[in-house]
């Protein structure tokens, strides 16, 4: 489907290129026989520009000024065409940039929470969700669960049955359609969204790490963290003893 779209595409760019060159080369050509008439016109009838006439080789040189500088401006349009697809990229990119999130990340209005006052229980009540790139497909229809404080929960299901759209949930990368996400009792959409993601350790299916030192990319999740800090938070997901034992002297710092 698409490759056939590209085909109709690249047929009529290549037309549109043949038919430019054709009347271009016309044009060219065209301006040759009409300088020399004119050209001729001028010596035969002894015509002067002044008190001076008109020669051959000025005629000439003229001639080829004008149909060269034709072409160096005829040069531009490649570059023309780079500046279109720029603006459009440059479109593109503010539209991204200026487009209001559905989601506030730091709604000051919001309830902000503290380490101390969360327990960690996570309901779903009749969620109902569908990605947002696909409307026609329902993820989860009035999916309600329970996720205890405390406690490990595992989800099993097929691929695209909802499991990383649940934890999505959590994060309030979106929201539901239908139904709420509860944490401790309270609506996520009424907590202050940055406050609750300080308190959320995530780790995805392909986790990815920045190119510099293990202090600088635990540091992307809470720049203030201190050594004491990295340390517990690394001892919890069992990567301390092997980062003092592979990395020695340097630890974090590698």
């Excluded at 000025?58 to 780079?82: D, N, R, Y």
Aim: hydrophobic residues 40%.
């Amino acid at each position: 489907k698409y490759l056939s779209r590209s085909q109709i595409i690249q047929k009529k760019t290549i037309i549109s290129a043949a038919v430019g060159q054709a009347i271009l080369f016309f044009i060219i050509f065209l301006f040759y026989a009409y300088a020399f008439f004119f050209g001729g016109l001028l010596r035969w009838k002894e015509i002067k520009n002044g008190d001076r006439e008109y020669s051959s080789g000025s005629i000439i040189a003229i001639m080829f000024s004008t149909v060269f500088g034709s072409l160096q401006l005829g040069g531009i349009s490649p570059h023309a065409k780079a500046i279109s697809d720029g603006r459009i990229a440059g479109k593109l990119a503010y539209d991204v940039i200026d487009e209001k999130p559905k989601v506030v990340s730091d709604d000051k209005s919001a309830k902000q929470l503290k380490r101390e006052e969360v327990k960690g229980l996570i309901e779903f009540k009749d969620v109902k969700v569908k990605y947002p790139s696909k409307d026609d497909l329902v993820v989860l229809k009035k999916f309600s669960c329970v996720f205890e404080a405390g406690k490990t929960t595992a989800l099993v299901g097929p691929s695209g049955s909802g499991k990383s759209t649940i934890i999505q949930l959590m994060e309030r990368f979106y929201d539901p359609l239908e139904g709420q996400v509860l944490l401790d009792g309270m609506d996520i959409r009424k907590l202050n969204l940055r406050s609750m993601r300080r308190l959320i350790g995530y780790v995805g299916q392909e986790p990815v790490l920045f190119n510099t030192t293990i202090r600088e990319n635990m540091k992307f999740a809470k720049p203030d963290a201190t050594d004491k800090e990295i340390e517990d938070a690394l001892r919890a997901a069992n990567a301390w003893d092997f980062i003092i034992d592979k990395m020695g002297n340097q630890g974090i710092d590698v």
